[in-house]
């Protein structure tokens, strides 16, 4: 096939790229504008891959995608590119409605002109949409569980604009029949992800011996899942799923933030056994902040569906996860400090500027 991603230099679609090169021979394209975000070094070795291919544009740019598919002729389209910050969206939400709103709209404009194109030839063609649980807002202290018929109620303007762009989606499906595939995950977390994260910075503020900042009390709950555990079940679902269908993708693994963190700083003390002067513990370095407005308690994930129809779960539970992340960062530090550009500097972000 030949595979068109969108945001294949980010955290989950180089992980998808690298996935895929490594375990088929599918034609990847690589659609990326290299945001803040996007970083080329997670796709390593794979730049002179003769399989693999870069286009640095951005997906609202209609003219630019028009060519990129008549080009490349795709196959399957996963569409991952957005701003994925839940902090920055609260800082800055101009690129949120303009990327995962207008852009995903770009996206369907052009698949559906594509398809519409090549239906008669009977060329085959899907639109993933790789979407968040965050649509569907808050579970408080219930015990409920996200699934594939909860209410879409978003808290926050990056749940909000990723809930518009499924609703374009599931739109483009119903009205015109654009043949799509939808899922919606939980938190993920492994290489590769951007250092604003909750999990990334942790582990390099520990290493640095500086404050680990965590939102309110850190009781909120959150769903993780190990990237390739999700690229894993991306491509089971775009190479099974039926047509129109949506699947709510998770780990099983509930956690509070506070044990996040917690798990990560005795990782840190087993494999650092020199710590900064100051601390016998990365555990001293924890730091009770201000919550973040509209913060959500509670999302988790009830991942029975694509278990049932796809046949998938994870391989990972947090515990080998968190291991295989923390040892990464320690042997990354290159990466790091290349992505961390001048504009990015960990500040604390979530406060709408006037
Ligand atoms: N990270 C998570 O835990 C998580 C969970 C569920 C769903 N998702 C969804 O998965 C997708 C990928 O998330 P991620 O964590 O890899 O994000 P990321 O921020 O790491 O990467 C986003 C990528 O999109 C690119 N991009 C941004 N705006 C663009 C534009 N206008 N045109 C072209 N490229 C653009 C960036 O350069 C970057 O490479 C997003 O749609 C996100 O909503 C993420």
Not at 15 to 32: E, F, P, Q, S, V
Request: aromatic share 12%.
């Amino acid at each position: 096939m030949n595979i068109l991603i969108t945001g294949g230099a980010g955290f989950i679609g180089s992980a998808l790229i690298r996935w895929l090169l490594t375990n088929t021979k599918h034609k990847i394209i690589n659609i990326d504008k290299l945001t803040y975000a996007g970083n080329l070094d997670s796709i390593p070795n794979n730049i002179i891959n003769e399989n693999y291919h870069f286009e640095r544009v951005d997906i609202v740019d209609q003219k630019a995608l028009s060519r990129i598919f008549s080009y490349y002729q795709p196959d399957l389209v996963f569409h991952l590119a957005a701003e994925s910050h839940v902090d920055k969206s609260l800082t800055n939400p101009d690129a949120f409605i303009e990327t995962n709103i207008n852009g995903t709209y770009s996206m369907l404009l052009t698949s559906y002109k594509y398809w519409k194109s090549v239906r008669s030839s009977n060329k085959s063609f899907l639109f993933h949409h790789v979407s968040t649980d965050e649509v569907f807002g808050d579970l408080g202290s219930t015990n409920e569980m996200f699934t594939e018929d909860s209410k879409y109620d978003p808290s926050s303007p990056y749940s909000a604009s990723k809930a518009s762009s499924d609703h374009l989606v599931s739109a483009w499906g119903r009205s015109f029949d654009l043949p799509y595939v939808m899922t919606n995950c939980s938190n993920n977390y492994g290489p590769y992800q951007f250092p604003e994260k909750l999990i990334p910075h942790m582990i390099i503020n520990a290493t640095k011996g500086e404050k680990l900042p965590i939102y309110g009390n850190g009781t909120q709950i959150r769903d993780w899942l190990y990237v390739e555990d999700h690229v894993e079940a991306l491509y089971k679902v775009a190479t099974s799923a039926k047509a129109f269908s949506h699947y709510n993708i998770g780990g099983w693994n509930e956690m509070k933030n506070i044990d996040v963190v917690n798990m990560i700083c005795s990782e840190l003390d087993l494999l650092i056994p020199d710590k900064p002067k100051h601390i016998s513990s990365f555990k001293e370095l924890i730091d009770f902040v201000d919550d973040r407005p509209g913060h959500d308690k509670r999302y988790a994930i009830d991942a029975t569906k694509i278990n049932n129809d796809i046949g998938w779960k994870p391989r990972e539970n947090f515990e080998s996860g968190i291991k295989k992340t923390v040892n990464w960062y320690l042997k990354s530090s290159d990466w790091v400090e290349r992505v961390i550009s001048g504009e990015y500097k960990l500040k604390r972000q979530g406060i709408l500027s006037e």
